[in-house]
DNA sequence: TTACTTCTCGAACGACCGATCAAATAACTA
DNA sequence: TAGTTATTTGATCGGTCGTTCGAGAAGTAA
């Protein structure tokens, strides 16, 4: 979707409530929300351009106005997503101490973005496969970053010694573990992002076997923020809040 | 399929080589294990019926001697595959005593299954939503019973009090760390089942908070049966255990 | 108003989809 | 051998796929 925003002229002076780009803008927001929601129930493939269309309420043509393909729709869900997952990331162990530390804000943050986006993420985590070519390779680069800044601080707890060194192993099983959330999270039920976090980080610690002399590591004698702030840096702007109207 | 066993007629006396009925066998597992491994490759709606026939060498028509649709393509090999897994992990913790004990060979059965047939217990795992009506209940039928025998090893170790009470995530967490071997795991790696095995069941002891009196339960002082027996249990005859010929 | 840009539309394109069927072939039986 | 059954085939069905295009509606600027 990146020729909607070449396409965009110079900012204009004044916007009504429905100007032409405040409209704009909400169209392709939900085409890509539609796609969105409709990607994580039928899959890519199982999902025609007219029964996105149809749910989002324009004509087919009309898409292709915002996208020049549907693959480019896809890209565009994973490069949203993963961007969000990425940056609140980083937000949330930058100027945390502690191999603990960091790893619990590391698992907070993304619990919050898997609890609050579980559509968009489990587009992103299912239908990697779908994509090919240069789009394929753009994604990838982009989930690697992610999978990096995990490996940077799971190592550097093996490296303080705080954590227990399972090479590779451990960090596949805790980013299974936790993406998995949005494949079984119900935004309607009992467990809230807090509790979850909680749980997850406590699981996680236990399973890099955290210690500190010895000692193993209890999530509550850590200091860290409040889910708050942790939920406020996952908003993204695609993930479908209900179900499309036209459906 | 189950067509094609009802079509058998009463066991022929002396078979040879390629006598009808190890033809007609040969080709079934041909078309179920090549479609396994197109499907784990590009998805169920990824993958067209000439895709199929093309990769396994015979005439589109040909399948549909052998399967009433595409879908029921899909069912087989998810039954096959669910049926192994709970078979296996059921024997793997039979007469076996205590939690901990139980709930490692449970994981080895599982990491057994999954290191071993990557590509079925893919499709099984990512293609639930391809299913529908009748057919899906079939399978979640399966699903389900396993998930079960997971629920009970862990209740019965909360219960004994080895095994910390976290509510239905931790099964949740540990089915989704270990199936997720499937997607990342190479055949060709470094790491063998047996290594897996060791690698996962000491996470998930560590991860139930594994126990007694006080004091954690290491791997290591558990009784445990043989890797060799639990991959004996898990072999799968549809599992592609080389890219189909026609392809 | 007119001129221009942005956005949306219905209709149509060729390609491919899953599925069907009568006919041909191969294996087995008597 | 001829006859029977099991297996495989090529041709073809109607439907749906992703995509394109020219026209027109809607909004903005002069």
Redesign the interface.
Known sequence: MAPTAERRTATPRGRAANSKRVRSEQTELNLLSTSTWLFS??????TGIRDIADAAGVAVSAMYYYAASKDELLEEIMKRSLTVLDDAGRAAVADVDGAAERLAMLIGSHVAFHTRNPRAARVTD?EF??LQGPAKQRVVKLRDAYEDLWNQVISAGVAEGVFVD?GA??R?????????IA??YNPRGA?GPAE?WA??AT?AL??L?ANRKGKPVELASLELGSPAVLLERVELSIEPRSKPKGL
Chains 1, 2 share one sequence.
Do not use: I, S, V
Request: hydrophobic share 50%; net charge positive; glycine share 12%.
């Open positions: 129930e039928r899959g890519f493939h199982g299912h496969r779908a399972r192993t451990a596949l099983a805790l980013l299974q573990m936790t993406t998995g494949h079984w467990l979850l749980d997850f699981m236990a399973l076997g």
